[in-house]
């Protein structure tokens, strides 16, 4: 859940790739509620990609489908 996340520099992205990387080898890693301005930041690096789950735009939303 990322509604408390309001910058994205290098290092947090490189930090999140490694998070995302160490959950890709034990399931799958899944965000929500990530605001507009980080949507944006991100969606100009490769990390969509690598994400090994899914984006969703409420953490209800993420709740329901993964149950």
């Known amino acids: 859940m990322c509604t408390a996340v309001n910058k994205i520099d290098m290092s947090a992205l490189e930090t999140l790739e490694k998070i995302n990387q160490t959950l890709i080898e034990s399931g799958s890693s899944h965000l929500s509620?990530?605001?507009?301005?980080i949507m944006g930041k991100l969606a100009i690096t490769d990390f969509f990609k690598s994400l090994s789950g899914n984006n969703y735009l409420s953490q209800n939303q993420a709740v329901e489908d993964l149950r």
């Open 33 to 37: 509620e990530v605001k507009d301005p």
